[in-house]
T-cell receptor
Framework: IAGITQAPTSQILAAGRRMTLRCTQD?????MYWYRQDLGLGLRLIHY???????GKGEVPDGYSVSRANTDDFPLTLASAVPSQTSVYFC????????????FGEGSRLTVL | GQNIDQPTEMTATEGAIVQINCTYQ??????LFWYQQHAGEAPTFLSY??LDGLEEKGRFSSFLSRSKGYSYLLLKELQMKDSASYLC??????????WGAGTKLIIKP
């Protein structure tokens, strides 16, 4: 089934640890995104990539890094996790950067203690 | 700053009609989008408006007035499975999606 796969679906992490959330899509979409979603707040963009080999900072990039070595994969890394990074993280993709029709992964629920 | 406002929560009865409003102030406009998100799940695309007027898709319709910075999502013949959060988002002049916080819709029998 075509779509976006995220891993892990859930993780509990000690503060200070490094963590990578994986995201893979098989739709050959050019643009990919990482969002975090917290109760009472809208989706907030962390980082994005308009095409393989390029990345950009979103609204809340501090403490996170991404890479886009190829079209399909867009991992998100927390170099040293802090409790404020406890959230649900969604990876998404779109055919191109100029469309608002996004396809989302199932989400990764991260708890930092 | 950029801002999207929508009600936090609404309640409606099964079989009825409900209208969820969204107002926006953004740097430019390249389209308005509605997404549905069931609890514990990912958002899924519902509708897209770029020109003024009504777009109908089955039981769901979405309206846009660019001059008023206003949109609504209309859900007819409500079903229990329509209980979800509905997210309004605007694509701004930089092609960044600006998201509202979402409206939680509760359907009662």
């Amino acid at each position: 089934i075509a779509g976006i796969t995220q891993a892990p679906t859930s993780q509990i992490l000690a503060a200070g640890r490094r963590m990578t959330l994986r995201c893979t899509q098989d739709m050959r979409h050019n643009a990919m995104y990482w969002y975090r979603q917290d109760l009472g707040l809208g989706l907030r963009l962390i980082h994005y990539s308009n095409t393989a080999g390029t990345t950009g900072k979103g609204e809340v990039p501090d403490g996170y890094s991404v890479s886009r070595a190829n079209t399909d994969d867009f991992p998100l890394t927390l170099a040293s996790a802090v409790p404020s990074q406890t959230s649900v993280y969604f990876c998404a993709s779109s055919e191109d950067r100029d469309t608002g029709e996004l396809f989302f992964g199932e989400g990764s629920r991260l708890t930092v203690l | 700053g950029q801002n999207i406002d929508q009600p936090t929560e609404m309640t409606a009865t099964e079989g009825a009609i409900v209208q969820i409003n969204c107002t926006y102030q953004t740097s430019g406009f390249n389209g308005l989008f509605w997404y549905q998100q069931h609890a514990g799940e990912a958002p899924t695309f519902l509708s897209y408006n770029v020109l003024d007027g009504l777009e109908e898709k089955g039981r769901f319709s979405s309206f846009l007035s660019r001059s008023k910075g206003y949109s609504y999502l209309l859900l007819k013949e409500l079903q229990m499975k329509d209980s979800a959060s509905y997210l309004c988002a605007v694509l701004d002049s930089n092609y960044q999606l600006i998201w509202g916080a979402g409206t939680k819709l509760i359907i009662k029998p």
